[in-house]
């Protein structure tokens, strides 16, 4: 199927163009990521913000607007494309990168939605970037498939040169909802897979 190939290729580009290795077991990162995925599932705005990083809510025009769109996000989601969501798959199994003042990690993100009176699921492959500043014991995320490369520019300059994040171009791909857990294994193997293969070097000017 076209559109699997075209999210492993996306996956593979996020993973061989950021230099990750393998991750080593990181408890306050695993429990916020946690909270930030129920959030979601939940459809809980206000638990969404409180994960977020500071840097995208400035961006946002502040805490207050920034509720407003994500309430406004989720309400189109539901109410006018009928869509629900089911689960998240967080592939949470990169190494965390210090880098001048902060420390991250991409996770690639895979959201399973259901639609309304049909038999039909979407899955949505998204680029979560999970931040830490340095005098923070706090991790948050920012979604990075929803901000332009000027934003990401003013929000981290630290990425400036030396961090390219991938962008996910095409549609959400479609398919029957007694597909999605093969279809999601197979995502999971090519990740593990692909991950066999990186060097494990991280090489920043």
Same mark, same amino acid.
């Given at each position: 199927?076209?559109?699997?190939?075209?999210?492993?290729?996306?996956?593979?580009?996020?993973?061989?163009?950021?230099?990750?290795?393998?991750?080593?077991?990181?408890?306050?990162?695993?429990? %916020?990521?946690?909270?930030?995925?129920?959030?979601?599932?939940?459809?809980?705005?206000?638990?969404?913000?409180?994960?977020?990083?500071?840097?995208?809510?400035?961006?946002?025009?502040?805490?207050?607007?920034?509720?407003?769109?994500?309430?406004?996000?989720?309400?189109?989601?539901?109410?006018?494309?009928?869509?629900?969501?089911?689960?998240?798959?967080?592939?949470?199994?990169?190494?965390?990168?210090?880098?001048?003042?902060?420390?991250?990690?991409?996770?690639?993100?895979?959201?399973?939605?259901?639609?309304?009176?049909?038999?039909?699921?979407?899955?949505?492959?998204?680029?979560?970037?999970?931040?830490?500043?340095?005098?923070?014991?706090?991790?948050?995320?920012?979604?990075?498939?929803?901000?332009?490369?000027?934003?990401?520019?003013?929000?981290?300059?630290?990425?400036?040169?030396?961090?390219?994040?991938?962008?996910? %171009?095409?549609?959400?791909?479609?398919?029957?909802?007694?597909?999605?857990?093969?279809?999601?294994?197979?995502?999971?193997?090519?990740?593990?897979?692909?991950?066999?293969?990186?060097?494990?070097?991280?090489?920043?000017?």
């Amino acid at each position: 199927m076209q559109g699997i190939k075209i999210i492993l290729l996306f996956i593979a580009l996020m993973l061989t163009g950021s230099n990750m290795i393998y991750a080593h077991e990181d408890t306050a990162l695993n429990s %916020a990521l946690e909270k930030m995925t129920q959030s979601v599932v939940t459809n809980n705005p206000q638990e969404y913000i409180r994960h977020t990083s500071p840097r995208l809510i400035i961006v946002m025009g502040g805490e207050e607007n920034a509720l407003k769109l994500f309430k406004e996000s989720l309400s189109t989601l539901r109410d006018v494309h009928n869509i629900t969501i089911d689960t998240v798959i967080n592939y949470n199994k990169l190494d965390v990168i210090k880098l001048e003042t902060i420390s991250f990690k991409f996770i690639p993100q895979i959201m399973v939605t259901s639609v309304a009176d049909t038999e039909e699921s979407i899955l949505i492959v998204t680029n979560v970037l999970a931040i830490k500043e340095n005098v923070s014991p706090e991790w948050k995320f920012i979604d990075t498939n929803f901000v332009g490369d000027e934003e990401i520019d003013i929000m981290i300059p630290e990425f400036k040169d030396k961090v390219k994040i991938p962008r996910l %171009a095409e549609e959400p791909l479609i398919l029957p909802k007694k597909e999605v857990q093969k279809v999601l294994q197979n995502m999971l193997n090519f990740l593990d897979e692909s991950l066999k293969q990186k060097p494990a070097v991280i090489d920043y000017p």
